[in-house]
């Protein structure tokens, strides 16, 4: 018996399409987009007037309670905290630069900045808490010149703003203060505003920029992505067509996705405050430090749209699995799942449906898209019930699609009032980022899924640099391989970095899932170290074994890894191996890693090396 899915009702699943004599395709949306604000926090002003006591932030206190901040609250803050920052004299060449995680102060504080024109740019708090160089962070701030820079707790931050921040630029903290050398938040808030900061918002205009975001240095160091208020307030018209479920009841979200990036800065907050919802901040993240704080707000909070990555939701599992009570309260309201940053593994999509029938009797719609910094994100949506991972749907309105044949793919590229002007300070990279019909080129790959019924929508088919050739001449399409396999070695796989350009075969280097490899050694010491694991007899035979069968499904030598290697030192985020947000950069890794690429192709290779040959040469 197959279970209805819950009814949420979506916006228009249509598309144009024209065809180009070149090959290229064109697609857009046949329904216009509406009107909307030129600034975003005239949303802000709209809900503290029509709903002032409803809550906007919530966020737990240091005595476990919940703290609420309504849209009345927000607004008289906002406002305040604008006039403090217009008194400081701060400007586009000397914007706010924020160090912290995500909580209200963060929030009021960004938006205070948007409201009165003024820049703001959260930064990923890896750069000042896991890198031992700060070179992304000298670098970020380099680039910006920012004249204030914001950190919620002193003591954590302190090593990193005493590294990077010059002297003469103001610190504001919340909480543990550097002595003289910072500002306490308290005092900024503390200030009244005056018809300066009305004045200031009236200048805020379509062209403004409201942030900057920065690129998480996957090709290099970070680029600052000029986020104007047109991108903003576009996108989220955008995504209230597409998915008019926000506009029908205000939204409830509990979300840990960090505001340095444009899923969680975006994405997410710009929903809860476009549509008057209320953002619960979820201080967990899918790490297993970290995971139970989650699932404790979950256990408070019933969201009715869940928002996260695909770990995030694979470590939620064993939770839901166990607490019934946890079940209901995550199923009770909830009318869609959005997952983003990477395909959704297939058992993690059917165990969510299949908790949900359990629990409510129905499915949960599950739906994703594709987007990008550079497009506020917003571009792609599937926004109808689907039943598989990687569809990215069809162009939004609003959102012009060209798909340009570059090899064996499709180039996708796209072009709309929600796409960036450029990179901040950066001309020549901008310019090279649009093609001579002023598209952005997004460097992502994607496919019909029906060529046929092109209204079925497209499908990933990963990122054009990651792909190269064997000395065959044989085309591999790493992004579709690399999903295959990480869905093949579920649930001990974190990533795979595919080896082979110039060879004559393909071969990997697998970042483990450290916890569930554990399972299979439960004898071995927690604090045992991550080479003393995959160095473990039953883990070695555990990947082999299904290496053997991987190999044994490939249709070709394009398809077909035959040796790897368990990396027992995790990617390096100084030398840009990974990204902030744990994207893996496939060609940093293969330079950084080189020796061990060699041992991968060596005639008598080492004792780390895991092959297949039996079942190669079954397949060959």
């Known amino acids: 018996m197959t279970h209805p899915h819950r009814q949420v009702r979506f916006g228009r699943a249509e598309t144009e399409l024209t065809r180009l004599d070149d090959g290229t395709i064109l697609m857009r949306s046949p329904e216009a987009l509406d009107t909307y604000p030129q600034r975003l926090t005239e949303r802000l002003t709209h809900w503290a007037r029509v709903a002032p006591d409803r809550v906007f932030l919530g966020q737990r206190d240091a005595s476990g309670g919940w703290r609420h901040v309504s849209y009345a609250q927000a607004l008289d803050a906002v406002r305040n905290l604008g006039q403090a920052l217009l008194d400081r004299g701060l400007s586009l060449e000397r914007p706010v630069a924020i160090l912290s995680d995500n909580d209200i102060e963060h929030c009021l504080l960004a938006l205070a900045a948007q409201h009165v024109g003024i820049p703001s740019a959260a930064i990923s708090t890896a750069y000042s808490l896991v890198s031992s160089d700060y070179g992304k962070l000298r670098h970020v701030l380099d680039v910006l010149k920012p004249g204030l820079v914001f950190a919620a707790d002193g003591t954590r931050y302190g090593k990193a703003i005493a590294a990077v921040v010059p002297s003469d630029t103001e610190v504001v903290v919340t909480q543990n203060p550097l002595g003289n050398r910072s500002t306490p938040f308290s005092d900024l808030s503390a200030t009244v505003a005056s018809d300066a900061v009305e004045r200031a918002h009236a200048a805020v205009g379509p062209d403004t920029i409201a942030k900057f975001l920065f690129t998480s240095g996957s090709t290099g160091m970070p680029k600052g992505v000029i986020n104007t208020q047109r991108m903003l307030c576009s996108n989220q018209q955008m995504i209230v067509q597409s998915l008019p479920v926000f506009a029908e009841e205000p939204p409830v979200f509990i979300d840990w996705l960090p505001w340095n990036h444009t899923f969680g800065g975006n994405h997410n907050v710009g929903i809860a405050l476009y549509n008057g919802g209320s953002l619960y901040i979820d201080e967990g993240k899918p790490v297993p430090a970290l995971i139970e704080r989650s699932v404790r707000n979950l256990r408070d909070i019933a969201p009715t749209v869940y928002f996260n990555v695909p770990k995030g939701f694979e470590m939620l599992l064993p939770y839901l699995r166990a607490e019934q009570a946890l079940r209901e309260t995550f199923f009770s309201r909830l009318k869609m799942i959005f997952y983003a940053g990477a395909a959704l593994p297939q058992h993690v999509w059917s165990e969510l449906e299949e908790l949900a029938i359990a629990t409510i009797g129905e499915r949960i719609p599950i739906i994703s898209g594709l987007g990008a910094t550079e497009t506020a994100p917003f571009a792609l949506c599937a926004n109808w019930p689907v039943d598989r991972s990687g569809i990215i749907g069809l162009p939004v309105p609003g959102q012009e699609l060209k798909l340009v044949p570059n090899g064996q793919k499709l180039e ?77 070695f579920a649930p001990y796989v974190r990533d795979l970095v595919v080896a082979g350009h110039d060879r004559d075969d393909l071969a990997g280097l697998v970042i483990i899932d450290i916890e569930n490899c554990r399972v299979l050694c439960p004898d071995l010491p927690p604090d045992a170290p991550l080479s003393a694991l995959v160095a473990d007899p039953r883990v070695r035979a555990r990947f082999r074994d299904l290496l053997g069968s ?55 290779p080492s004792g780390r090396v895991i092959t297949a040959e039996e079942r190669i040469a079954h397949v060959a």
């Open 412 to 488: 996708v590229r796209v072009r709309g009032p929600n796409v960036t002007p450029g990179y901040w300070r950066m001309p020549d990279v901008s310019a090279k980022s649009f093609d001579e019909d002023g598209y952005y080129m997004m460097g992502d790959a994607a496919k019909f899924i029906d060529p046929e019924r092109p209204d079925r929508g497209l499908l990933f088919d990963g990122r054009i640099s990651e792909d190269f050739k064997l000395t065959s001449g044989t085309w591999v399409s790493v992004g579709p391989l690399r999903g295959r396999f990480i869905a093949h």
């Open 550 to 604: 991987f190999a044994a499904q490939a249709t070709g030598s394009s398809s077909r890894i035959g040796h790897i290697i368990l990396l027992d030192e995790l990617p390096s985020l100084d030398v840009g191996e990974v990204t902030d947000k744990g994207s893996i950069n496939q060609r940093a890794v293969l330079a950084h890693r080189a020796a061990l690429v060699e041992d991968l192709y060596a005639a008598q």
